[in-house]
């Protein structure tokens, strides 16, 4: 969390002084569990500032990634980034993954 603000104050820092404040952007993460979907990951997380997909992870890569230019050169000046948001995500992914288990036993839900 602190490190989203962080990044978040960054990313602040870089628009800042191009447009002044009036002007409002977004951070949004998506996280996406799932169970038996044909050719889609069982956990994936997207990062989108301004609705654009600017950092991306899944559980077949197991790996956080800039989608950006802007997010890796960002991201460059600060040490571990993507290794400890790929180490958090990773853990994400298994409660994810445990919630989906206990919701299909409550749902008596079998396949996917
Ligand atoms: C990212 O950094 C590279 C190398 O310094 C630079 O050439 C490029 O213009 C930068 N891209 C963005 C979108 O800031
Ligand atoms: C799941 O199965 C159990 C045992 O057959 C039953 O008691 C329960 O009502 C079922 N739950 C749902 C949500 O269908």
């Known amino acids: 969390m602190k490190m989203k603000m962080l990044l978040f104050l960054l990313l602040l820092g870089i628009v800042g002084p191009h447009c002044t404040s009036a002007r409002t952007h977004s951070l949004k993460y998506f996280y996406t569990a799932s169970s038996g979907v044909p050719n889609f990951p069982e956990f994936v997380v ?61 749902l008596n839900q079998t396949g996917g």
């Open 46 to 106: 997207v990062g989108l500032v301004d609705e654009v997909e600017m950092m991306h992870y899944d559980s077949n890569t197991k790996r956080a990634e800039p989608k950006q230019d802007w997010m890796s050169n960002i991201t460059a000046k600060i040490p571990q980034y993507w290794e400890r948001e790929t180490q958090n995500l990773m853990g994400k992914q298994q409660i994810y993954k445990n919630n989906i288990e206990i919701v299909k036993q409550r």
